[in-house]
């Protein structure tokens, strides 16, 4: 049996997993602890409770997917969406409390892993996963391995360069794909074409906009073509490099379904470089999203 653990900005939450299944869960608040210690000994609390509930079975491992997080040592450096600005070294921090190894992953490698493992990518030794939500993350697995380059932070397609000199991205950076195809970046391309008009701006995510356009309004379709456009460019771009045979999309833009799935389709045919034409499959996760995040986790510690 599996821990995993998905740390988020506000909330963290916890699954034991067996055979591909979340048996139980549990969460806990990211914010309000002294520091990453007391954080680390509710996190522990947590995962013991879950572990007793079930004692017929022994924790082997716990996985961890963290924003930020270093898997080759362990760390979540600096990610500026948590609490603590310091570098945190969570894995070793769980494996004294809970006396099991425990590997930490950045979040988006582990959305891959459960992918390769237990979703849409079984059985595909040559893959790309694609998280669309807040920010852009991916992990891609070539040959049957996670890449993580010499310094443990590779894969990060969210992160590169679209349009030079374009629009400000979080990693401060400018033209990076995340500024165009995030919930932000959505909502920036329909307010530049609604301009004093993009009045639904007013409620979070895209949803909005997803309906906007199921309603007939044009700027919110356009939204959704030129986002797919870019996109389609940056996956496109991500073949050359590694050359998966499929390509997973997640995440809560991918709720709006055709709105962005078939402009997406018929971009990403015209910009693939033709060798590839016909050999690349794009698709959408095969997991239930409630479970998606602790099953990439629980992948991590598997490995």
């Not at 040592?73 to 969406?81: L, Q, R, S, V, Y």
């Not at 493992?117 to 939500?133: K, N, S």
Request: charged share 20%; glycine share 14%.
């Amino acid at each position: 049996m599996i821990l995993g653990i998905d740390i988020g900005g506000t909330t963290s939450k916890l699954g034991l997993v067996h055979d591909g299944k979340v048996l139980a869960r549990a969460r806990i608040n990211t914010l309000g602890h002294a520091d990453e210690h007391a954080f680390a000994d509710a996190l522990a609390d947590a995962g013991h409770r879950l572990v007793q509930a079930d004692d017929h079975r022994p924790l082997r491992a716990v996985g961890i997917g963290a924003p930020n997080a270093n898997q080759l040592t362990g760390i979540i450096e600096m990610a500026p969406n948590l609490p603590w600005k310091n570098d945190v070294p969570l894995a070793r921090m769980m494996a004294d409390r809970l006396n099991v190894p425990a590997v930490l992953g950045n979040d988006a490698n582990a959305a891959a892993l459960g992918e390769w493992r237990y979703g849409a990518g079984r059985g595909i030794d040559d893959l790309l996963v694609v998280t669309l939500g807040t920010g852009v993350g991916s992990g891609f697995i070539v040959n049957g391995k996670l890449v993580l380059g010499s310094a443990g932070n590779a894969g990060e397609l969210g992160h590169m360069i679209l349009v030079p000199d374009g629009r400000q991205c979080t990693c401060g950076r400018r033209g990076c794909v995340e500024a165009y195809v995030s919930i932000r970046g959505m909502r920036e391309t329909y307010a530049e074409l609604a301009g004093s008009v993009a009045g639904i701006l007013s409620e979070e995510g895209v949803l909005p906009i997803a309906k906007a356009a199921s309603d007939g309004d044009a700027n919110a379709v356009r939204t959704f073509d030129e986002s797919a456009r870019w996109l389609a460019i940056a996956l496109a771009n991500a073949v050359c490099a590694t050359g998966p045979k499929r390509i997973v999309l997640f995440g809560g833009i991918m709720r709006s379904g055709d709105l962005l799935m078939k402009p997406l389709q018929e971009h990403f045919g015209k910009v693939l470089l033709n060798i590839y034409q016909g050999r690349v499959d794009l698709t959408v996760s095969a997991l239930e999203e409630d479970d998606a995040a602790l099953l990439g986790a629980a992948a991590l510690g598997e490995q």
